[in-house]
Each structure stands twice: as C-alpha cells, then as structure tokens.
C-alpha cells in the first residue's frame, strides 16, 4: 500500500514553543491531508482537512492560529502547535489521499507523533 | 447519535479463535468502507477496503457490509498473538471529503 511517513515520531517540548510535525506521501500525490489527535484509548479526532492548493478546514473547536496546517505541496503537509501548553500534550495523526484518481480512495496514515509539553 | 458506533471492548480470545469486530452507522450515504489496525502508539495501518455491499476475503480476514442493515464486520480467523491491537472503522460517501471512525475494538489474542 500507499506510504505515507510522519515526522518526527515523538517530540518534547518546553511550554511555550512551537513545534513542528511534517506528513509525506512518498509514493504518490496526497491532494487532501487531515490531521488527527488521539488521546489515549480514545478514536482519531479530525482537527482539519487540507486540500493542495487551498487553506485548511478546521474543526469546530480546533484553534486555527494554534494549529497552523500548510499543504506546501502535492506531497507534503505540516502541522505547527503553536505557543504549546501541557494540555496540548497528546499524539497527533496524518492521513493521506490521492483523489486525483478520481471517485474516492482510501485515506494512508502516517505513523503518528507523541508530543509531550512540559 | 453518532454517525459512527463501535464496541471498544476490550475483547479477549485465545489463538486460534474466530474474531468477530462489528461497526453500525446511520448515514446511508456511506459507500466506501475500510478497516484499520493500529497497534499501541502507532499510527492506524489500512486493513481491509471495501465497496458498497458485499464480502472481500485477504487471506485470514474477510470484511462484510450490510448496506441494508447498516453494518460491517470484520472477521478474523486463526487469530494469532500479533493479532493483538486495536481495530478502527472508517467509511465515508462517494462525494464525501472526511472519513468517519469508530471509537475502536481492542483486541488481545491469549497465546
């Protein structure tokens, strides 16, 4: 199947900073990209869809200026926690899609990031 | 109602068994249905995709859809300790962007 890979695959940060967590398709062209939170135990929680060339569609309740989501190309999307607070500690998930195909696919996840703010 | 629903269990069976994972939705425009394994701290990794209704077979694991009754299943033979994670839902419609989940099974196969 598909491969998309995630990085990094966890992270520690200080309270305050901002990070960074890229999702790659490698072997074909994701036109739409979501991103996930999982909290322990608990299903994915779609925070946004990105589609390339245009801006994220956040979920209601996703901070959008916490969050920032650029789809900076066919193959590549990032998701930067801003000014990160210990709540927003939890393991973040991308999906991936070609629907250049046409008709609808299956969505590739990434294999995720653990992110710890202390 | 969620637009989703699946048993979190957790479920417990010892090698060998059959497992039986089920999902039941409510949105009938739903046709693409998939499957999801996702072992702990990992990211889900795309099992089984189907179709409409019907019936898909990948060596030990044979995904079903009941259009009619709004529910899919997952079965599981000659499960075996690797087996052992926790299993997603997912579908969404022809035209849809976002994928809907269940919540999740979690599995333990007992050697």
């Known amino acids: 199947g598909a491969v998309v890979s995630q990085h990094p695959s966890w992270v520690i940060c200080k309270s305050g900073t901002s990070v960074k967590i890229e999702c790659r398709s490698l072997d074909f062209q994701a036109t739409t990209m979501f991103w996930y939170r999982q909290f322990p135990k608990q299903s994915l929680m779609l925070m946004a869809t990105s589609n390339e060339g245009s801006k994220a569609t956040y979920e209601q309740g996703v901070e959008k200026d916490k969050f920032l989501i650029n789809h900076a190309s066919l193959t590549l999307s990032t998701l930067t926690v801003t000014s990160a607070h210990p709540e927003d500690s939890s393991f973040y998930i991308c999906s991936a899609r070609d629907r250049s195909l046409g008709g609808n696919t299956e969505a590739f996840f990434g294999q995720g990031t653990r992110l710890t703010v202390v | 109602q969620k637009e989703v629903e699946q048993d979190p269990g957790p479920l417990s069976v010892p090698e060998g068994a059959i497992v039986s994972l089920n999902c039941t939705y409510s949105?009938?425009?739903?046709?693409?249905f998939m499957w999801y394994r996702q072992y702990s701290r990992k990211g889900p990794e795309l099992l089984m995709y189907?179709?409409?209704?019907g019936n898909k077979e990948d060596g030990r694991f044979t995904a079903q859809v009941d259009k009619s009754s709004k529910y899919i299943s997952l079965f599981i033979r000659d499960s075996q300790p690797s087996d052992s994670a926790t299993y997603l839902c997912a579908m969404t419609s022809n035209t849809g962007n976002q994928f809907y989940f269940g919540t999740g099974t979690s599995l333990t196969v007992i050697p």
């Open positions: 949105n009938s425009a739903f046709q693409y």
């Open positions: 189907t179709y409409s209704s």
